[in-house]
């Protein structure tokens, strides 16, 4: 007979299906990507902030900044104890690369600042976000705040593949 009453009652772990994570490269950068999730997660935040004071202490700008505004010059200044230890980490920045003969040869990124300089400028006609030296950090920063995000609600399984352009 029907009473209502529950036959079985029983708990199971369902294991997720195993997703890849792909994280997006150079062209896909956007004013103010990633700035709803900056907003609206601590986690999220925290990747930023910690990301933008280490660029504001060692080179002098604010990824925050250049995401949300997208300006289209950005002057550094040396000034002081601070301005040379920035400057001295911009002369530092190389690049290797192979020569004619296949040998490894070392270059100075930023050829044009050395310790006379009192500051450098950055442009892009287009914003600085589409200059490689900022799209970069910018793009990594927002999917490491999106997936550190997607971890904290337990959204990622420990063992899943990653794949990434640029």
């Not at 980490?89 to 040869?105: C, H, Q, T, W």
């Amino acid at each position: 007979a029907e009473t209502g009453a529950p036959a079985l009652v029983g708990e199971a772990e369902v294991e997720q299906p195993t997703s890849a994570y792909f994280f997006t490269g150079q062209g896909s950068q956007e004013q103010g990507m990633g700035m709803d999730l900056y907003e609206s997660s601590a986690v999220a935040r925290e990747v930023w902030d910690r990301a933008d004071k280490h660029f504001i202490n060692n080179y002098g700008f604010s990824i925050v900044d250049i995401v949300k505004n997208n300006p289209k010059e950005l002057t550094i200044h040396f000034g002081g104890p601070r301005g040379n230890a920035i400057r001295e980490n911009y002369i530092s920045m190389m690049f290797e690369s192979l020569d004619e003969s296949g040998n490894v040869k070392s270059e100075k990124i930023f050829k044009t600042i050395t310790e006379k300089s009192e500051f450098f400028t950055f442009k892009s006609p287009t914003g600085l976000l589409s200059a490689t030296q900022f799209t970069q950090p910018a793009l990594t920063l927002m999917e490491k705040a999106s997936f550190e995000d997607m971890k904290s609600k337990g959204l990622v399984a420990t063992d899943s593949p990653f794949a990434g352009h640029s």
